[in-house]
């Protein structure tokens, strides 16, 4: 998918938030790409979808943001800064549901082994002065809302 500007990054964001909402299950999401490829953005008109009113920063120096969102909650990680993936285990990254929580999480290769599974990829590349958006499903679950984000519109 091309992503020709941050409208268009915010509208694939919307797209997100209204299949997480449809799906009304836990998703383990993986934003990877570049640094400056958009990945918070993504996260960020995620959350505006899901409803969130109040300020989206980067979880770049704290790793973890939570945002409740009705009685459901939305992890958004950055472990770009991540030494050890065993400081997840002080983050409390193992409390979290992920059958119930929705994740999304910049650099989760840094994380694997105290991560829960990842479900779904997003990459984010550059193309020219845009972006592309590229998306694999990693499981069943993945597929599923993959074909979900295929359909919405």
Not at 65 to 77: A, K
Not at 88 to 97: H, M, P, T, Y
Not at 103 to 126: C, K, N, Q, T
Request: with cysteine.
């Amino acid at each position: 998918m091309v992503l020709a500007d941050e409208e268009a990054t915010t509208a694939l964001g919307t797209r997100l938030a209204n299949v997480l909402l449809s799906w009304n299950r836990g998703l383990v999401v993986s934003l990877a790409g570049e640094l400056g490829a958009g990945k918070t953005a993504l996260a960020r008109a995620t959350l505006r979808g899901l409803g969130h009113d109040g300020r989206v920063v980067s979880p770049s120096y704290t790793l973890v943001e939570p945002y409740l969102l009705d009685g459901r909650c939305l992890y958004h990680m950055d472990l770009y800064r991540l030494a050890d993936p065993e400081e997840l285990e002080f983050l409390g990254v193992r409390d979290i549901e992920p059958a119930r929580d929705w994740m999304l999480v910049e650099w989760a290769e840094h994380g694997m082994g105290f991560l829960p599974s990842i479900d779904l990829v997003i990459r984010l590349s550059y193309a020219g002065i845009g972006r592309k958006a590229q998306f694999v499903a990693e499981n069943e679950r993945g597929s599923a809302v993959l074909s979900l984000l295929q359909k919405a519109t």
